[in-house]
């Protein structure tokens, strides 16, 4: 098995705290359809966080893909201080300035993109887009400190501290929303990554800190993460992309398929924070043994079981939410049965992500980032065609469908360049983590 008896207990802990995450997910966007409705003001809301997503996390949010190794590798607490220190600065200084930056942009952007929707309300959208980046910049920054604790065995601290992170917006919603300010739904969204960016961390030691390396540090993840970026932009343009063609599908087309991939998200979520960060860390680990290939083969028959068996735990679970005593739970499972196909349509998206998460983890620690980046593009260009083709075809079950095909397909492409890299006769590996030595002493 891919771990020893003696780590099941931490295993299946881990699973737990992330199955609570997701459930706190669904408690959350079950109190926004209550709360909100379905409606081109929803639509708006979850539009625009789709577009700051995109140019936040397929830049700063990149240092996810390569932060457990990296960090990994860093032995001594002084080392590993000095890095986490000086990433979360860079962090949140270059988020600070990207807001700056392109707030008048996107806010000249938007309208153009959304048109019914951004005309509803153009106050609301410059709000919208000023607490989007406020989340996004405070979001990146718990990533690295995320990674951190996954990389010195804390993986349970970290889904902790999720959980307490994911509360706090759950109750505050649910103490604060006011239909008439759909904006809050953001505010709650900040106040749980402000959350889980302040909580100290105890038993986890960040008071080493060694001065002069910042300059080293911020070069090593820029060529880290150069050619992900690229990665990034095609599979975090997607979800944008699927908004736009959902808008021209009717009113609350974007907030249903929004709120249905996230659903998918959730077994996402599930998988990689309470499994496949673990399993990162582990290939790290291996990367030139010949475990790794073992290790690879198990983690992608075990995330696919626990996909699988999720899905379904999340469709039975949307059935039974409609004989619950609570009005918001009530009222996301009748959406779930108004549109209940797309779930079902979006399997093979959500084995697709999964894998497409495990092989790319994998060219990464063989330091591949190049070769991802080429798949990447051609499987994005097939897709859409194939999403768009669908969606005039079906509406919303056609886009789902598509997404699914794409998923599939850009998962055949990434495995077919694994092995090659994988291949005896494969030449110029690199390890992903630089030597401690260039770390700073």
Same mark, same amino acid.
């Given at each position: 098995?891919?771990?020893?008896?003696?780590?099941?207990?931490?295993?299946?802990?881990?699973?737990?705290?992330?199955?609570?995450?997701?459930? *706190?997910?669904?408690?959350?966007?079950?109190?926004?359809?209550?709360?909100?409705?379905?409606?081109?003001?929803?639509?708006?809301? $979850?539009? %625009?966080?789709?577009?700051?997503?995109?140019?936040? =996390?397929?830049?700063? +949010?990149? &240092?996810?893909?390569? !932060?457990?190794?990296?960090?990994?590798?860093?032995?001594?607490?002084?080392? %590993?201080? =000095?890095?986490?220190?000086?990433?979360?600065?860079?962090?949140?200084? +270059?988020?600070?300035?990207?807001?700056?930056? *392109?707030?008048?942009? !996107?806010?000249?952007?938007?309208?153009?993109?959304?048109?019914?929707?951004?005309?509803?309300?153009?106050?609301?959208?410059?709000?919208?887009?000023?607490?989007?980046?406020?989340?996004?910049?405070?979001?990146?920054?718990?990533? /690295?400190?995320?990674?951190? &604790?996954?990389?010195?065995?804390?993986?349970?601290?970290?889904?902790?501290?999720?959980?307490?992170?994911?509360?706090?917006?759950?109750?505050?919603?649910?103490?604060?929303?006011?239909?008439?300010?759909?904006?809050?739904? /953001?505010?709650?969204?900040?106040?749980? #990554? =402000?959350?889980? @960016?302040?909580?100290?961390?105890?038993?986890?030691?960040?008071?080493?800190?060694?001065?002069?390396?910042?300059?080293?540090?911020?070069?090593?993840?820029?060529?880290?993460?150069?050619?992900?970026?690229?990665?990034?932009? %095609?599979?975090?343009?997607?979800?944008?992309?699927?908004?736009?063609?959902?808008?021209?599908?009717?009113?609350?087309?974007?907030?249903?398929?929004?709120?249905?991939?996230?659903?998918?998200? $959730?077994?996402?979520?599930?998988?990689?924070?309470?499994?496949?960060?673990?399993?990162?860390?582990? !290939?790290?680990?291996?990367?030139?043994?010949?475990?790794?290939?073992?290790?690879?083969?198990?983690?992608?028959?075990?995330?696919?079981?626990?996909?699988?068996?999720?899905?379904?735990?999340?469709?039975?679970?949307? /059935? +039974?939410?409609?004989?619950?005593? @609570?009005? #918001?739970?009530?009222?996301?499972? =009748?959406?779930?049965?108004?549109?209940? !196909?797309?779930?079902? &349509?979006?399997?093979?998206? #959500?084995?697709?992500?999964?894998?497409?998460?495990?092989?790319?983890?994998?060219?990464? %620690?063989?330091?591949?980032?190049?070769?991802?980046?080429?798949?990447?593009?051609?499987? $994005?260009?097939?897709?859409?065609?194939?999403?768009?083709?669908?969606?005039?075809?079906?509406?919303?079950?056609?886009?789902?469908?598509?997404?699914?095909?794409?998923?599939?397909?850009?998962?055949?492409?990434?495995?077919?360049?694994?092995?090659?890299?994988?291949?005896?006769?494969?030449?110029?590996?690199?390890?992903?983590?630089?030597?401690?030595?260039?770390?700073?002493?």
């Amino acid at each position: 098995m891919l771990y020893k008896c003696a780590d099941l207990p931490a295993k299946v802990l881990r699973l737990l705290l992330a199955a609570g995450n997701g459930a *706190l997910t669904l408690a959350f966007y079950s109190l926004v359809v209550h709360r909100y409705g379905v409606g081109q003001l929803t639509d708006l809301v $979850f539009a %625009i966080s789709l577009l700051v997503n995109v140019l936040y =996390t397929v830049t700063l +949010g990149q &240092l996810n893909e390569i !932060l457990v190794p990296y960090f990994t590798e860093l032995k001594e607490e002084g080392k %590993i201080a =000095t890095a986490y220190w000086n990433l979360t600065a860079g962090v949140v200084i +270059g988020g600070a300035l990207m807001a700056g930056l *392109l707030f008048f942009p !996107l806010a000249r952007l938007t309208p153009l993109i959304f048109p019914g929707m951004a005309a509803q309300s153009p106050g609301l959208l410059r709000q919208l887009l000023w607490l989007n980046c406020a989340y996004y910049v405070i979001f990146c920054a718990w990533t /690295v400190k995320s990674c951190f &604790l996954v990389a010195r065995g804390r993986t349970c601290l970290m889904q902790s501290l999720l959980l307490l992170g994911n509360s706090s917006a759950v109750l505050w919603l649910a103490g604060f929303a006011r239909p008439q300010a759909p904006a809050q739904i /953001v505010v709650a969204q900040l106040l749980s #990554a =402000t959350v889980l @960016l302040l909580f100290p961390l105890a038993g986890a030691s960040l008071a080493h800190y060694q001065s002069g390396h910042a300059l080293r540090h911020g070069a090593e993840a820029y060529g880290r993460v150069r050619w992900l970026v690229v990665n990034a932009a %095609i599979c975090r343009a997607e979800p944008l992309f699927d908004s736009v063609i959902a808008a021209y599908i009717g009113s609350g087309a974007v907030t249903v398929f929004y709120l249905f991939q996230r659903l998918v998200g $959730f077994t996402h979520a599930v998988v990689q924070n309470g499994y496949l960060l673990p399993l990162s860390q582990r !290939l790290a680990e291996h990367a030139r043994a010949s475990r790794f290939r073992s290790l690879l083969r198990e983690g992608t028959a075990e995330a696919l079981a626990l996909t699988a068996a999720l899905l379904a735990a999340t469709a039975a679970g949307l /059935v +039974g939410l409609r004989w619950l005593p @609570l009005p #918001a739970f009530r009222s996301f499972s =009748t959406l779930f049965q108004q549109h209940g !196909l797309l779930l079902l &349509l979006l399997a093979g998206y #959500a084995a697709g992500i999964i894998l497409v998460k495990i092989y790319s983890t994998a060219l990464y %620690i063989r330091r591949r980032e190049y070769l991802y980046m080429q798949v990447s593009v051609a499987a $994005f260009a097939a897709g859409v065609l194939l999403k768009v083709s669908g969606a005039c075809w079906l509406g919303l079950p056609g886009l789902a469908l598509g997404n699914s095909v794409t998923a599939l397909l850009a998962a055949g492409a990434v495995y077919a360049a694994l092995l090659r890299v994988l291949s005896p006769l494969a030449k110029g590996d690199k390890p992903l983590a630089v030597s401690p030595e260039k770390c700073g002493s």
